[in-house]
Nanobody
């Protein structure tokens, strides 16, 4: 099973910024979709941002103005730029892509902790 490699998580203060990266095997390109999801303790996994090949990015509620998803096809990396972070952004962030193998591939996640 293909595994993606998230990186960039860590501890950040409220109001700060944190860039996340997701390394994707080149064999999965071109991508149909790329996503970031997150899960915090006691909550279900939720969509943070989704980029597709045929439309504008989609963001979770209230995240559009603070988060930005992008895909670098040359470097085989999916990014999530997080700005103005809040304590409620704390959670494990997972990258997922729908690639040329016509299935979703996931990473193991990276922990993001926002201190108040």
């Amino acid at each position: 099973q293909v595994r993606l490699g998230e990186s960039g998580g860590g501890l950040v203060q409220t109001g700060g910024s944190l860039p996340l990266s997701c390394a994707v095997p080149g064999s999965l390109f071109p991508l149909t979709a790329a996503e970031w999801n997150r899960q915090s303790p006691g909550n279900q996994r939720e969509l943070v941002a989704k980029s597709t090949s045929d439309g504008p990015p989609v963001y979770g509620d209230s995240l559009k103005c603070r988060f930005t998803i992008s895909v670098d096809n040359a470097k085989n990396v999916v990014y999530l730029k997080m700005t103005s972070v809040k304590p409620e952004d704390t959670g494990v962030y997972y990258c997922a892509v729908y690639g040329s193998d016509r299935r979703y591939s996931w990473g193991r996640g990276t922990q993001v902790t926002v201190s108040s």
